[in-house]
């Protein structure tokens, strides 16, 4: 593997860790005004992060047009695609190369 690879795998993993950082302000964004308003505690509000439930769903649908920029939900895929390219970016920037 040369070293231009390389750096753009790390480059991905990069991109990927940005997203997930992004991913997390959105759902803080959303939860930290659900948890400020008592509908859900903070260990409630962390499980939002990675899946949509019933009570996730509902502590978003409880929420109002008081959000900055009018944002009301938030998407647990982000954070998984997010994920997965970090992921995907560190795997193939650590493997040995093969000459």
Known sequence: MTSSARLSYRAVAAVGGG???L?????WLIFSKVVENDYLTVRQAVTCIAG??????????????????GIR???????????AILAAGVLLSVRPSHR
Request: proline share 3%; hydrophobic share 60%; net charge negative.
């Open 52 to 69: 949509a439930t019933d009570l996730c769903a509902l502590a978003q649908a409880l929420c109002t047009d008081a959000h900055l920029y």
């Open 73 to 83: 939900w938030y998407a647990p895929e982000a954070f998984w695609a997010a994920t």
């Open 23 to 27: 991913s997390l302000g959105w759902w």
């Open 19 to 21: 997203l997930a950082l």
